[in-house]
Structure formats: C-alpha cells, structure tokens
C-alpha cells in the first residue's frame, strides 16, 4: 500500500464513522502544483483515541497534541486532530492544545498560506481559508494572520519559509520577509539537530544557492552559521578565482549541486573554504598575490566544531572534515607516487564525494578539470585488485616472526604496503625477505 492509498483510506473510513477528514499541508500543496509529494497527513475532527480505535496498527506520536501515526505495511500516515494551540513557552509546542470540530481554525494555527489547504480525497474539493490557492498561483510565501506571532509560536518557521521560498522559486511575502528580519537573531533559540536537518533540506533540495541568498538577506545567515557569512567580501587571486569572493564561489558551487546529493558532500560544499577567512593574507602582504595557507587543515577544524555544535554524528563529521582536509591534494595527483595517489583514491565514497567535490570546486572557479580527468582515467584504468591489494603481512604474521606488538608494528606494515602499492613486493614471501632484511635488528 503506498502512502497516498493509505491516506485515502483513512479518510474514507473516517468519513464512514461520521467524521470529517481532510487531506491537509504540504501533500495538499504539491498535489495542486502537480509534483508528488513525500508524505501525506490528515485532518479530522475525530479525537486520538477514536483514531486509535478506527486504526488498531497506530501508533500514539503525539496524543496529547492530537497526532496519531497509522502505519499499513511500508506506508505510514499522520493523522491530526482540529485544534488550536495555546501558549508556545519553548517556542516549539504549544503548551497545551483545545480540540475543535472546525476545520477553519485548525488552518489558522498552521504556518503558511501555502501549507494551509485542505482537500476531500473523494472528491478532490478544497478548502481554503487562508488564500492559499491565489498565493500559490502568485508564487508567493505568506504567513498565516500575523507572521510575527508565527515565528514567536516557532522560530524555524523562519527557516522554513527560506526553504520554501527557494525550492519552489516563490517570493516571500513583505510583511512575512520583514517579520523575518527583526526575528532573525532569535533563531538560536532553536535546537541544533533541528537547525541542522533544515539547512540539510536546503541543500539537497536542488535550490540550495537561492536559499542561502535569502538566508543572507533576511540575516538568518549570520545568527546561525557566521563562518558562512564572513566569507563574503574575502576576495580571491584572481588568476585562480575569477569568479569573485569566496562567498560568490561558495554560491556557484552551491548552484551546481544535484538535487538528492549526499548530506556530508553538500555540507562539505558549502564548508570547504570556511578556513579562508581567517587565513586570508594580501597581495600587499605576500608581496605577489592574495593566499589561504593552511586553509584546507584550519577549515577541516572549523568544520568539525560547526558538525559538533549541530550534532551531527561522529561518521557524519569525520567524512566532512575529511573532504575538507583533503579536497587541495587534487593539484597534486599529477606529481603524486602511485602509492600515494592509491591511497588517496582509497579514502571513503571517494568518487561519490571527493572527487565530485573537486569537480564542483573546479567550474566554480578557473574551470581547469585536468586533475579530475587524471584521477578519473587513472580510476578507469586501473584494476580494482591494485588499487586495493590484499595485505600481504599481518600484524599475526609479524608476531610469528618474533617482533613483539608496539608502534613498530605500524611502521612496518606501512612500508610493506607502501612497496606493494608500487609494485616492489608482489608476494608474502618476498614481504617477509624484506621485513627480515630491514627490521631484523629492531625486534627487541
């Protein structure tokens, strides 16, 4: 059962207990704009427990703020009650909510126009209360009644409008935009997970450059990733970067992004130059042009206290700090021995995120994909077997030769591979000869 025959069965068996249910939100959006939607939730003045006994398989997500989670196989739909919220004390929930039997009111506690209709799943009629079908035909973002009270209620509702704004290519709405504005510093009051999963949504939705302007226009920018905003101005050599600053770079390449791309490479984009900033020194300074140094290592550090501070997980950091760290080694695959280039291509999901990192960093710049292509062809070309040997020498093998466990060991397995890798021991025989003629006198 898919998610939208789930829906249009609870709302007909709803409807068969005398009660009214609606299709509502975001489905009921993008229905009338002809896109299928992720999700599906309902809206009917039945009351949670009513639900739970019309639908044994749910589950209690949010009883007393009226949700209800029906699950029938893969598919899983919300389904709300008709209320209103009172009280926003940890501007989030409601402090407590007032059941209605009214669906206007219900729509009037939600957050956008846009996300405000209401549709029969029988006969496809709609309800709109809130002008939500003209703002959609205007491509417009508007807050329902006073934006100021719904971004009080909420404060990532002000991120959300961003996101909206730039997926679907709408405006926001004046009052909506200038409510945002003088709200923009408060959005720190929001967690952090939820802040990350937002701006995640922003980058991967296929619209994350015209989301990130508006981030800067509305100052939501620099309350909530400061690193980001201090990149505009930095300005760049200009034989390599003859785009403009680092935040115009950043934007292109953000421009470039494929819709669906992995979370980590998405972030890694907008982060790669984060250590520029800090690290800028003049043309008038070096006495030939502008640099970074050791912007790549400085920004993977930055990276990974921005990761903590959203909370990422530890393998959603480290792989953004390690396409920080490594994404300048591109201009020196040419010169790079063959176990160090094997190495290199070696690094986790390196063609899925390294090497497409480098290829967006690349057009947003001096449009130069030499070192792409290189890896690309040397990828091509070369077995996997020798790319990713395997070991010829464990540290079992080295114990059984008498070396005793320790840093030796480390050392001694690096050398071995690093001769393997560029065809200088082909077997375990002559790993052994070697490790015996070279380390013999280290086994105390």
């Known amino acids: 059962m898919t998610a939208r025959e789930l829906a249009a069965d609870i709302c007909h068996k709803l409807q068969a207990a005398g009660f009214q249910a609606y299709l509502v939100g975001g489905c009921v959006r993008d229905l009338l704009l002809g896109r299928e939607p992720d999700d599906y939730d309902v809206a009917t003045d039945a009351r949670p427990d009513r639900v739970q006994e019309l639908f044994p398989s749910s589950v209690d997500v949010g009883a007393r703020f009226g949700v209800i989670l029906v699950v029938a196989d893969r598919a899983q739909v919300e389904v709300a009650t008709f209320r209103s ?241 490594n994404h300048l080694r591109f201009k020196d695959v040419f010169q790079m021995r063959p176990a160090t280039l094997k190495r290199f291509v070696r690094l986790p999901r390196f063609e899925e995120e390294h090497l497409v990192l480098h290829r967006l960093d690349c057009l947003a710049s001096h449009g130069s994909l030499e070192a792409y292509e290189f890896v690309r062809r040397f990828l091509r070309e070369t077995p996997a077997e020798e790319v990713r040997p395997p070991r010829l020498l464990t540290g079992e093998d080295l114990k059984a030769m008498g070396f005793r466990p320790g840093p030796l060991f480390r050392e001694i397995l690096q050398a071995v591979e690093e001769r393997q890798l560029e065809g200088r021991l082909s077997g375990r025989e002559e790993a052994v000869e070697f490790v015996r003629r070279e380390y013999q006198g280290a086994k105390c």
């Open 85 to 325: 919220d009172v009280g926003y004390s940890d501007g989030r929930h409601p402090d407590r909510v007032e059941y209605s039997n009214s669906p206007e009111e219900d729509v009037r506690r939600r957050d956008f126009t846009i996300n405000g209709l209401m549709m029969d799943i029988e006969t496809q009629r709609i309800l709109d209360f809130v002008g939500g079908r003209e703002d959609l035909g205007q491509r417009m973002v508007r807050a329902i009644g006073a934006p100021e009270l719904r971004f009080r209620e909420d404060r990532l509702r002000m991120m959300r409008a961003v996101r909206f704004a730039a997926r679907f290519g709408y405006a926001v709405e004046a009052a909506t935009f200038q409510a945002i504005v003088a709200a923009a510093p408060h959005i720190t009051a929001v967690s952090a997970e939820r802040l990350r999963d937002e701006i995640t949504k922003m980058l991967t939705e296929g619209a994350a450059r015209r989301a990130f302007e508006l981030l800067d226009e509305t100052g939501l920018l620099r309350a909530c990733l400061p690193e980001i905003a201090a990149m505009k101005g930095v300005a760049q050599p200009p034989e390599f970067h003859p785009e403009g600053d680092v935040w115009v770079h950043t934007l292109m390449m953000l421009e470039n992004l494929p819709p669906g791309a992995p979370a980590t490479l998405a972030w890694a984009v907008l982060l790669h130059d984060v250590g520029k900033p800090p690290t800028f020194v003049s043309a008038a300074e070096t006495g030939d042009r502008i640099r970074f140094d050791g912007h790549a290592e400085i920004g993977a550090r930055m990276a990974e206290a921005i990761c903590r501070r959203l909370r990422f997980s530890v393998d959603e950091t480290e792989q953004i700090e390690a396409l920080i760290a």
